[in-house]
């Protein structure tokens, strides 16, 4: 009896778990990790809700235009064109369209996605497009295929 006793301590003497520093170390260098990955990962679904509003505002410019062929006139109304706002941006841009003069009939549009939520945090610049193609921010890096 006391030498299976014996071997029986001898083998859970040979079978450990890691000592709580080295669980510890193992978590702060997840963490570390964690912390320099984060913003990069921020900073690219940012640059991807950014890309797909720039792509939701040409589609709303085309629609625009092809209402202007079929009326002689340009709408406000989102509606009007079949725009349908992109299910991924819905929480991160308000997009508007206003006219100039207001009434729509002889002049243009500006269609402007306004940064919403994370995306307003994040220092984000409002984008635009007008009839004639104007895209703003012009020639900033991040901002229309720059």
Known sequence: M?????GLRTRLARVRGFTLIE???TVAIVGILAAIA???YAS???KGKRATAQAALMDLASKEQTYLLDRRVYTTVLADIGFVMPTEIQSAYTITVACSPADCSSGGFTATATPAGSQAVSSEQAITID???AKTPANTSGYWGK
Do not use: D, E, H, W
Request: proline fraction near 6%; aromatic fraction near 12%; charge should be positive.
């Open 2 to 6: 006391r030498s299976s006793l014996s």
């Open 23 to 25: 669980v510890m170390i």
């Open 38 to 40: 984060y913003p990069s």
């Open 44 to 46: 690219y679904i940012r």
């Open 131 to 133: 009839n004639t193609g």
